[in-house]
């Protein structure tokens, strides 16, 4: 088991094998996905995890970071527990506040909006898969424009 999340090593070790697969098909780098699959299985909470840790590396109280956002306290902790998702709106104050940069930020929002979406249904990885390879394709044909 792995951090008493329930999942057994076999299926994280298959997830880091699909990764490693995916990034000599695709050329993207997978490493960085693979690190929040063996920490935290709860794929929801990869972006508040993150606003935490960085809220909390920089002394900022919830209160303060919720005020700043204009959010209510309450709504702010839900969401870096996973029970409330970010809004695409509050990446850039959040990027700015937090200085963290705004891409990663956004990517984080992303991948937790995909996944609360699939909800872990048992045809993700392959959709992702498809979609990945999709996207892969468009973004060769863009370059070739």
Known sequence: M????GIRENNVNFFLYKS?????????????WSKFVKTRIEHKKMIGEHIRVL????NL???????????DTAM?????RGLRPFRKEDIKPLSNI???????????WLADKILRVTDNDKFTSDALEIAL?????????????
Not at 2 to 5: E, T
Not at 61 to 71: F, K, M, P
């Open 2 to 5: 792995i951090g008493g999340a």
């Open 20 to 32: 490693s697969l995916l990034s000599k098909i695709l050329g993207y780098n997978f490493l960085f």
């Open 55 to 58: 809220r909390e590396n920089q």
């Open 61 to 71: 109280l919830l209160r303060e970071l919720a005020a700043t956002l204009r959010i």
């Open 76 to 80: 702010l902790s839900k969401m870096e």
């Open 98 to 108: 937090l200085k963290e940069n705004e891409s990663k930020l956004y990517t984080l």
């Open 133 to 145: 390879m999709s996207c892969k394709q468009n973004n060769m044909n863009q370059k070739n424009r």
